[in-house]
């Protein structure tokens, strides 16, 4: 492709409105700050408000538009609450093993300009999915039997074993990878006001 055709390539992107998601913000100017405030936990998931507000606090840094505030001293601040974590299986094995599941994260989130009291943005029942593969071939390093040394090889033969160690290994790197997605997606979501 040649220079004129990018070019005019950026132009006409450009010219209809196209942007990156989370470049253009429709938040006040005088939002310089962000910062995060409670995130409070109604699901099963313990710590799970800790996690997510890191990823929050991850993103803002990341993207370096708004300065990342701790203590709620930002010029806005994001706050809400994990309503649930669902996680199902959705697909089975020749023996009615669980090897596919889906898990589901259901919250609800307010961004509050400091100074006023004013909502800037704010979102009700967001949801955010996605799936993980479990299988008996892999053992966890971080489960619990594995670190106090009480996983022995018969353990690592059992089938039932194998895929209950997986399938919680995977279920954390699931939430870990949803987090942080939707921790993306809130920020881009607050930015364009969607």
């Not at 199902?88 to 599941?101: E, L």
């Not at 898990?103 to 993980?132: A, H, K, N, S």
């Not at 399938?167 to 942080?180: K, P, V, Y």
């Amino acid at each position: 492709m040649n220079v004129r055709a990018v070019t005019a390539l950026v132009l006409l992107l450009t010219g209809c409105g196209y942007h990156l998601p989370g470049a253009q913000s429709t938040l006040p100017e005088d939002v310089r700050s962000v910062s995060v405030g409670t995130i409070t936990n109604r699901s099963r998931e313990h710590g799970l408000e800790k996690t997510l507000a890191f990823a929050f606090e991850r993103e803002i840094h990341e993207r370096g538009q708004f300065q990342m505030v701790q203590d709620a001293g930002g010029d806005a601040v994001l706050s809400g609450t994990i309503r649930d974590v669902i996680v199902r299986p959705v697909a089975f094995d020749v023996n009615d093993q669980a090897v596919q599941y889906e898990i589901t994260l259901t919250l609800d989130l307010t961004l509050v300009r400091q100074r006023d009291g004013r909502t800037l943005w704010r979102v009700r029942g967001m949801r955010e999915t996605d799936e993980y593969n479990a299988s008996a071939q892999v053992v966890i390093t971080t489960s619990t039997q594995f670190q106090q040394g009480t996983l022995d090889p018969g353990n690592i033969q059992d089938p039932q074993f194998g895929n209950t160690q997986l399938a919680e290994g995977e279920r954390r790197r699931a939430i870990t990878q949803l987090l942080s997605h939707t921790a993306r997606d809130v920020y881009n979501q607050m930015l364009e006001d969607f």
